[in-house]
């Protein structure tokens, strides 16, 4: 009788342990949210939160991405984290109390990601591309206050440089009618108050402009819209005489509307600080950065987790005419894909095929800027950029 009781304490034990050392499972966003702020509150190094190697273990699976490219992203996030937290601290974002935490999806066809929002106090932060695991979220690329523009990334891991950060040189100008000769430009940050949108501004018309399929920069007043008109094909581009803020504005559409345009007639617009560019013939996105290979950024709604309406968003690359690549799901195939992308530059096309050293994954940016400088040169004023 001894003996089975001291049996039946030894499996109690075991269990006991084994739940003791089991990593805390939780898919509670709301719970990972709190975690994060208040270790961000008490000046400690958020770094804890990124994926550890069992969830790049997860995330490997789950993509076909290397454990070796997904530690180098890592050790980027952590520095761009740290750059963050940083610039949190200098707009006094800690230390209040957190009264809900919600998430936005965003769209990724292979993990569940989202975009954290923590309500504390009179502040919003927002932890961006966090991932769920089957243990736990982790922090993502960036760390901001909402409504802020999402932090420009221009680091880069190279071995050639000991693994260290490198920066990327990119420019910044306001829009242009003027056709340019070089093409690696970053877009204007735009008036949106929600990153690429502005809800308070839906249905209201915005001075604007539009280039018509000759090339020429037309000035217009354009009714600024939600994102599924702004990004539908279908839908079209309503012309106003005045703007919502200009004097002799007045609601009354039949003293005020001009014309209906067919998106078909553009080849792109302007409104609300952004710029849109048509992708794949299906959809209307951001154009983030132009050139002769363009990045810009689909934005769509989607439900947070206490069933609130939000918006997520994907980005994407693409020539001016051709397939579109989601950069969510560039890691798959990505030396075969962007090869074929860059196929008229073959010295850049096999340095991508051959796996070369600052020519993978991580660097599909410098890949892109180096493209673009490259056609520039071979086709100087071959197409038509919308801004220096």
């Known amino acids: 009788m001894k003996l ?5 304490f030894l499996l109690v034990f075991n269990l006991f342990t084994i739940a003791q050392v089991k ?3 939780t898919f509670d966003h709301e719970k990972f949210g709190k975690k994060v702020y208040g270790n961000f509150s008490a000046g400690m190094d958020q770094g804890i939160f990124l994926p550890d190697d069992k969830a790049l273990e997860y995330i490997s699976a789950r993509t076909g991405r290397t454990i070796d490219e997904l530690k180098a992203e890592r050790e980027l996030n952590k520095q761009y984290l740290s750059d963050d937290k940083v610039a949190l601290q200098k707009e006094n974002a800690g230390g209040k109390m957190v009264l809900k935490v919600e998430v936005v999806k965003v769209d990724h066809p292979k993990l569940t990601m989202g975009n954290i929002i923590i309500y504390a ?15 736990t979220w982790v922090l993502g690329n960036y760390m901001m206050l909402d409504g802020s523009s999402i932090p420009v990334r221009t680091k880069q891991i190279t071995k050639e440089e000991g693994n260290t950060i490198k920066p990327v040189a990119t420019a910044t100008a306001e829009p242009s009618k003027e056709k340019v000769k070089y ?7 735009g008036t949106s108050g929600n990153n690429f949108i502005n809800e308070k501004l839906f249905d209201k018309p915005m001075r604007g402009y539009y280039m018509d399929l000759n090339g020429k920069i037309v000035d217009a007043v354009i009714k600024y819209q ?10 079209t581009l309503l012309i106003y005489k005045t703007a919502y803020n200009e004097p002799g504005f ?21 409104v609300n600080g952004h ?29 947070t987790g206490s069933g609130k309406t939000g918006f997520g968003e994907s980005q994407f690359i693409h020539k001016h005419a051709g397939k579109s690549m989601a950069v969510a799901t560039m ?5 075969g894909n962007m090869a074929n992308m860059v196929e008229d530059n073959k010295e850049l096309a096999t340095k991508i095929e051959n796996k070369e050293e600052g020519y993978k994954f991580l660097q599909y940016t410098k890949i892109i800027g180096e493209y673009n400088a490259w056609f520039d040169k071979q086709y100087p004023n071959k197409l038509n950029y919308i801004y220096k």
């Open 275 to 303: 710029v849109y560019v048509p992708v794949d013939g299906d959809k209307w996105c951001i154009l983030l950065k132009e050139g002769a290979i363009r990045q810009s950024v689909y934005i769509f709604k989607s439900q």
């Open 183 to 189: 093409s690696n430009n970053t877009a204007p940050s």
């Open 250 to 270: 007045t609601e009354d559409e039949s003293n005020n509307f001009v014309a209906a345009k067919l998106k078909q007639e553009v080849l792109v617009f302007f």
């Open 121 to 135: 106090g009179d502040k919003k932060m927002v932890l961006g591309n966090c991932i769920q695991t089957d243990m």
């Open 331 to 335: 890691g798959l195939g990505f030396k």
């Open 23 to 25: 990593p805390d499972k």
């Open 4 to 8: 089975i009781y001291f049996n039946l």
């Open 226 to 235: 939600s994102p599924e008109m702004m990004n539908s094909p279908k839908s």
